[in-house]
């Protein structure tokens, strides 16, 4: 039996990287999947990729509106909501000096303001239709270890992501007697487009990922494959009695 056969999810983000990989997983593990993105031809795409079981929506996470209306479309398209992946985000450098008011607002109206409006959206519909269903619920987070060991040279996203992780929490508490899990995961680098703000002129993608995985104990940056299995034992039934909790993906650079 697959292990989300039955499942609705959705992710978003989902255009590429982890978004993307999570997606596929969540499908072939019997889910049907709604993927969001400011890129909507992006995220059409992949739902094209992954086949009849997928669905694609044009979606800016800082747009309350565009909320409501990706939720509508998950009801509309599939008949109901069983998890949510909050999974967009941007990583803008810059120290707390070098950070402009402009970008801290930017990075936190992504990776948090647009997690919060997920959760709010998101939890009414999920409840509904697991009520109907005696199912149950899940909401996946995608902080970051980032959100945990802080750099100064990230001010804004250590900041977000560090709110994504407790906020995640707080849903958690709030959910906990509706049958809806709430966990966070926590990923070092992984081998996604993100990595591209680490790159310099004239510095190929191998030489930052081999610098990156220097700075991690297991030696190399993470697959998207990494965290999109998490993902999927932590939105499946298996995981029911684990919500507020945080899984760090990391190669054990937290462990130092």
Known sequence: MPRLSGKIALVTGAASGLGKRMAQRFANEGAKVLLTDLNGPGAAAAAAEIGANAASFPHDVTSEDQWIEAIAEARRVFGGLHILVNNAGIGTPGSVEQTSLEDWRRVHAIDLDGVFLGCKHAIPLIRETTRRENSRGSILNISSIAGVIASGRMAAYNSAKAGVRHLTKSVALH??????????????????????????????????????????????????????WAAVYLCSDEAKFVTGAELYIDGGISAQ
């Open 175 to 228: 959910c906990a007697k509706d049958a809806i899990t709430c966990n966070s995961v926590h990923p070092a680098f992984i081998d996604t487009p993100i990595l591209d703000n680490f790159q310099a002129a004239g510095v190929t993608k191998d030489e930052v990922k081999a610098k990156l995985g220097r700075q991690i104990p297991a030696g190399t940056v993470g697959e998207p494959d990494d965290v999109a």
